[in-house]
């Protein structure tokens, strides 16, 4: 099994970003260099880093370990019919990518996918990528660890899999005020099968003068 921590920003009213089309990036500005490192040490430590297809249009990350000494995880992008630019970041700077498509995916976009330098894409799932699936496949390249650091529709549903083993939240001490800013978890469809699920504090700490908390499941509490 692989072991997935999600890692997410979130500020005082709940938002993963400043509003709606805004990029997560703009939250970096305000924390600190401390914050910073250790963000960035908390990806080296892992095999792969996974975001949505969404966050891939609206920020388009480069998901590489920057402000710490260590390698870059293997980037991840579940994007049901290869919808995303060709021009991200993360296709283009010969890093190594694998995008997950459902097995519908028009070979044309797959190809074009495929094509990008140290991309690699897998297909899973039918009419969307089903995680449980993906994860089967990475872990057959040898994953044993992952982040995923957002948006709000894959948060929802790894949660949904149960496929998350640890949640760290960066609190960022500012309010949006804005209202349809995307909120930490959003079902795909608009329902949700969570129920309530207990989660332990585990730890808990400021740094750069931002809250991070980390929590692990109720029942692998010590
Ligand atoms: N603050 C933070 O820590 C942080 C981190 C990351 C992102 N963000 C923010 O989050 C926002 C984006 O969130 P989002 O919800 O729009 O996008 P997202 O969660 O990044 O991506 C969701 C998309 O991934 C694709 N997908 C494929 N299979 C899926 C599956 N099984 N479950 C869920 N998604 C699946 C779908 O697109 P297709 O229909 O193309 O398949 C889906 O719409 C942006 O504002 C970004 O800035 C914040």
Known sequence: MIEITTLSELTIDGKLSLGPGASSKDLF????DELRTWFHQQRALHSAIMVGAGTVRSDDPELTVRYFQGPNPLRVVPASMGDIPLTSRLLNDGGATLVAVCRQAPDAVVAALAAKPNVQVVRCGDGRVDLAELMAVLYGLG???MIAEGGSRLLHSLFEAKLVSRIIIKHIPIITGALEAPTYLR???GTSALSLSRWSLADM????GVGVSIYTPFANAA
């Open 29 to 32: 500005a305000f924390y600190g």
């Open 143 to 145: 994953i044993r660890s």
């Open 187 to 189: 079902p795909v469809n």
């Open 205 to 208: 700490f400021v740094k750069s």
